[in-house]
């Protein structure tokens, strides 16, 4: 069996890796074409050009590498078209990835897998039946997802979200990060401002007030802050002032397995988070650390997808576990006096968010098949 896979970041690498064992698992025959990064090259891809390329061509960079963007998905389209594969499997970057789905399913009738629902569930409704044109399977990281794609015309099967095979810090990593760091037996706030610069220079003077009024009110309190590669620096400078001196973990400090490690031992350690929206709410879920969740956006921004929301949560804890319990504090709430009192009721009675984190892992697939062999078993299945 033939298959043509293409990811266009990290986040799609480590899919497509895990996706690619399962396949090899379950028909050691495959081969594969296609681009992706070290964690598909490590299943044996040999991409066709650097995955890197693609990483960097967000949203706000399209227009000034448009020409260059089109030239790579002419360019695969035409690979996948003479190659003829059994199928064509893309892994989320829709930018990218639906793109060369339409232009190879206007010349040819090789089936096509999009990996990675688009939120239609959230906004934009419309991106479903648009994508149905080029689309013939989905595979959906959430349980709720499957009919809104199967109402746009296309198969939908979930299978899984990564987050539950990811590995966890366990209560002994939690007590040596405790004791490494000399927090003893301190009440611990873990605070993540986000990856991308925009996010983290927005948050950061609200979690700043935020965590004056946490130690003001706590004086015992700890604060860790993980910092994410691309924002390390930025971390750094903008925490020096906060209350309590807090400790901020920074992955140039120390290799990736190490970073890696401390990260989630922390992650065990915390009594509590403050976080920005996003999969790290799950993160949190995993090792059952209960949570407060902020977020705020540039005004237009705030103005043009409040208007689009079609749900009443953005926490994705809330979301899967079909429940409210998780305090989140979005655009024109993001201020510092409500989310702090949030934050301390959480302390305060952490309890109340332990049910619907369990039902969230639970039905994203914990204890069950891992995602990647579950993935794979749904493509064979509907070839």
């Known amino acids: ?91 989320d970057s829709p930018d990218f990835s639906l793109r060369v789905a339409r232009k190879v399913k206007e010349k040819s009738d090789i089936r096509t897998v999009h990996y990675v629902a688009p939120t239609v569930w959230a906004w934009r409704p419309g991106r479903a039946e648009k994508m149905a044109r080029s689309v013939d399977h989905v595979l959906a990281l959430f349980p709720f997802e499957p009919p809104y794609m199967e109402a746009a015309g296309m198969a939908c099967d979930f299978v899984g979200h ?94 990736a397995e190490a970073f890696t490690a401390s990260k989630r031992a922390a992650f065990r350690a915390a009594d509590v988070a403050l976080a920005a929206s996003g999969t790290v709410s799950l993160e949190l879920a995993a090792v059952n650390t209960p949570m407060v969740i902020a977020y705020d956006m540039n005004w237009i921004s705030r103005q043009i997808i409040g208007r689009m929301l079609r749900v009443d949560t953005v926490t994705l804890v809330n979301l899967v576990s079909e429940t409210r319990v998780v305090p989140e504090f979005i655009g024109a709430n993001c201020r510092p006096g409500p989310i702090a009192e949030g934050v301390l009721q959480v302390l305060r009675a952490p309890g109340a968010q332990k049910d619907a984190m369990a039902l969230t892992m639970t039905r994203l697939g914990q204890g069950g098949e891992a995602p990647g062999l579950r993935a794979a078993r749904a493509v064979l299945a509907r070839l």
């Open 1 to 91: 069996m033939k298959v043509f896979i293409l990811a266009g970041e990290p986040s799609g690498d480590r899919l497509g890796g895990a996706l690619m064992a399962g396949l090899k698992e379950l028909c050691p025959e495959v081969t594969f074409d296609g681009i992706g990064g070290p964690q598909m090259m490590a299943e044996g891809l040999e991409s066709r050009f650097d995955m890197d390329e693609l990483s960097v061509m967000g949203l706000a960079e399209i227009l000034p590498k448009y020409r260059a963007l089109m030239a790579r998905i002419n360019e695969t389209a035409q690979a996948v078209i003479e190659t003829k594969p059994d199928v064509l499997i893309t892994i």
């Open 162 to 255: 990564p987050v539950v095979a990811e590995p966890v810090a366990d209560d002994a990593a939690a007590a040596s990060f405790r004791a490494e760091h000399r927090l003893a037996d301190a009440p611990l706030l873990l605070a993540l401002p986000g990856s991308r610069r925009g996010e983290v220079s927005r948050l950061a003077p609200v979690f700043q007030q935020v965590v004056a009024r946490l130690v003001e009110a706590e004086p015992s309190l700890r604060v860790v802050v993980p910092a994410a590669a691309p924002v390390a620096a930025l971390v750094k400078q903008v925490t020096r002032n906060w209350a309590g001196s807090p400790l901020v973990l920074d992955p140039r400090d120390q290799s």
